[in-house]
């Protein structure tokens, strides 16, 4: 494994998290732009089409075709729950930064290594837009925190009764928004970008005056029971690592198909999971 802070994608969030302490109450639409350009690090993916989704409702919606992949019934929804769906995280930014323009080529990637389309959507943000809105935006159709609105999405259609996606995939995902986990401190010298203290504060924004122990916010107090295949990975540098670990032990326990990764590539996993279809 490579040591930490030895990459790009390192070195803008080490860049990031020293502007951010050097201005605590950094306006947000400054947080929003220095968070918005991951993608200068990121290729091209070749092959892959982009074109703007015009019924996405509320939400802005981008495509990510792979040449491939163009006639799949196959969908990789990265951030809505329909059959022939994959769930993904939307890119974090603890639900008040990224959009589907800081995500593009990152998402082409995964498309393409899926052999699958990929929809992205921008759900509201906060403080803008607080608990339960990013949900509703999702469940009702209108389209890291990505990573537990991918999982909290499920959990609501579940409750509704609706159809469930084919899988739920969440990269670093944000479960534990009490911060009851050990890594959240442990691996704080490690972690790039993403802190307590920042978390706070975006939870804050997030759930205002909402409880944080509700299961749709705090993903670690839900039933997973009857959860989709689901494939999560985290960073073992990570302040989040054990986040994700807890779920996927608690999800295994009652029966859901769960694997857990640190290092892998998730196009493979979908692959061989789902084929081609």
Known sequence: MAEPGDD???????????????NPNMEISTLRACLEVFHTVCTESTDVTYQEEPNAGTCKGLWEIPVAAKDSSNVILYFQGRRNLYLCNNGGGGFVTNTTSSH?????????ASNCKALSLEYRLAPEAQFPAQ????????DSAGGNLATAVVLKLRELGEPLPAAIIGFSPW???EFTTGTIETNSSTDALVQKDTLANMRTMFLGDHDAKDPLANILNADPKGLPPMYLAAGGYETLLDSTTKFAEKA?????DVTWRTLENVGNWVQEKFGKA
């Open 8 to 22: 790009p994608v390192a070195r803008i969030f080490q860049k990031t998290a020293a502007q951010m302490a050097a």
């Open 252 to 256: 295994r326990e009652v029966g859901v």
């Open 175 to 177: 479960y534990d928004v």
């Open 135 to 142: 949900i509703d935006d999702a469940s009702n159709g209108r």
């Open 104 to 112: 593009r080529r990152m998402v082409g990637h995964l498309a393409k």
